[in-house]
């Protein structure tokens, strides 16, 4: 027999589960690595390792929060990009002053962004240094 012939699944087992528990089941199966509820019986039948996926709901503003800062960030680089495109385009030194102070005061949205993320980071160190 080949490999592949011995993992071959050819037996079925058909049995019924009362609602809570069908529920259990699937609930496991959700949070598991398993793609089905057939799998995820079979893994617990062989004693199979099964990995669960927990979500850790006190962060979620946190990352929610990191989201909207990156967000942010991307729109201030993409005006960095355009004033310093329109700066090398200017041949007049005036103008040329003129897209310097919009460069300074993105630059300095970007400390005030970065000064948020330090904090939301502070935060994030101060959760799991507690675990």
């Given at each position: 027999?080949?490999?592949?012939?011995?993992?071959?699944?050819?037996?079925?087992?058909?049995?019924?589960?009362?609602?809570?528990?069908?529920?259990?089941?699937?609930?496991?199966?959700?949070?598991?690595?398993?793609?089905?509820?057939?799998?995820?019986?079979?893994?617990?039948?062989?004693?199979?390792r099964i990995i669960c996926y927990?979500?850790?709901?006190?962060?979620?503003?946190?990352?929610?929060?990191?989201?909207?800062?990156r967000a942010e960030l991307n729109?201030?680089?993409?005006?960095?990009?355009?004033?310093?495109?329109?700066?090398?385009?200017?041949?007049?030194?005036?103008?040329?002053?003129?897209?310097?102070?919009?460069?300074?005061?993105?630059?300095?949205?970007?400390?005030?962004?970065?000064?948020?993320?330090?904090?939301?980071?502070?935060?994030?160190?101060?959760?799991?240094?507690?675990?």
């Amino acid at each position: 027999m080949s490999p592949s012939e011995k993992k071959a699944l050819t037996k079925t087992i058909t049995f019924r589960l009362t609602a809570p528990h069908y529920e259990r089941l699937k609930a496991l199966q959700q949070r598991s690595n398993c793609q089905s509820l057939g799998e995820l019986v079979r893994s617990i039948v062989q004693r199979e390792r099964i990995i669960c996926y927990y979500e850790d709901a006190s962060q979620q503003e946190l990352i929610a929060s990191l989201s909207g800062i990156r967000a942010e960030l991307n729109a201030i680089g993409i005006n960095v990009n355009q004033v310093t495109r329109y700066f090398h385009s200017q041949p007049m030194p005036k103008d040329k002053f003129y897209s310097a102070l919009k460069l300074l005061e993105d630059y300095q949205q970007v400390r005030q962004h970065t000064q948020l993320v330090l904090q939301v980071m502070d935060q994030l160190s101060a959760q799991w240094s507690q675990k």
